[in-house]
């Protein structure tokens, strides 16, 4: 048996959940909105939390960031189990990014969503559940990124706020490296969006202010930058970030002098 809170604005289906969860021998709370979900979570301190993502108010990504986000690491480390109807390819891997060990879509068996919660219990320490949902969402995402994945839908690509930079963000970005990338980065096999964040990264003083002004939350910024530094051939990410600061601030003194830049990898 398991401490269950579910977090669903939908009185029928919070009521559905509540007691089908019970019916499978759990101990099972609820809350309304995600102000209620995320007080409760952190005074309950469940086991496992059921996170719907489409509410008014605090939505099911605020929660999910703050519980993850929380220095109490009992709080950081509950399972999330995020339930909604957007069942888009982009959706579902923000949602193994920003920390969800599982992402269940409506409408759902109930049966899915009680082995769900099973395996969310019996799966080991939360950090490997969720260091796997995150690793199987990168893989996703590389694969949709290069096309062999297709979305689900066939519709407009969704937008994502806190994946995807605000229009014309890269204005004021590093005008020493945009295009003319280092010989050593191999820039023909990063992504646009990979040169997007690399550009971005190194137009800020910090790896903080560079999250803030892409949008995009800490695990997925670190989670992109461990991917393209294994691409590149580098042991970590800020290992490839120091090399490429390294190169923005020789090309600069290359233009300032009229001499050779320095080789930084």
């Keep these: 048996m398991a401490r269950v809170l579910v977090v669903d604005d939908e009185p029928d289906l919070r009521d559905l959940l509540r007691m089908s969860l019970r019916l499978a021998g759990h ?12 007080a409760s979570a952190r005074e309950q301190r469940p086991d496992v939390v059921v996170l ?5 108010g605090l939505d099911g990504w605020t929660v999910l960031s703050s519980l993850k986000s929380d220095p109490d690491p009992d709080i950081s480390s509950i399972p999330v189990l995020m339930l909604t109807a957007r069942a888009e390819d982009l959706d579902m ?13 409506k409408p759902f068996a109930i049966s899915d969503l009680r082995q769900a ?8 320490p939360e950090p490997e559940q969720r260091r796997a949902a995150q690793n199987a969402a990168l893989a996703h995402l590389a694969r949709l990124e290069r096309g062999t994945g297709a979305p689900k839908d066939s519709g407009a ?8 930079p605000v229009s014309g963000v890269l ?3 590093p005008q020493s490296l945009r295009g003319n ?4 980065l191999s820039p023909e096999i990063l992504t646009r969006r990979d040169q997007e964040i ?15 002004r892409l949008q995009v939350s800490r695990s997925y910024l670190y989670a992109r930058l461990r991917r393209m530094a294994s691409k590149l051939d580098f042991q970590t990410g800020p290992a490839l970030v120091q090399a490429l600061r390294a190169a923005d601030a020789a090309r600069e003194r290359e233009l300032r002098s009229g001499g050779p830049p320095a080789t930084p990898h």
Excluded: F, Q
């Design 27 to 38: 101990e099972v709370s609820v809350a309304s909105d995600g102000h209620k979900g995320l």
């Design 52 to 56: 719907d993502v489409m509410m008014p």
């Design 93 to 105: 891997v923000r949602g193994g990014i920003e920390g969800a060990i599982r992402y269940l879509t």
């Design 117 to 124: 919660v099973a395996d969310a219990v019996a799966g080991g």
């Design 157 to 164: 690509r969704p937008k994502m706020s806190r994946l995807e």
């Design 171 to 173: 204005t004021n970005g």
């Design 181 to 184: 990338w280092p010989t050593w």
């Design 198 to 212: 690399l550009e971005m990264v190194i137009s800020c003083e910090s790896l903080s202010e560079a999250r803030a």
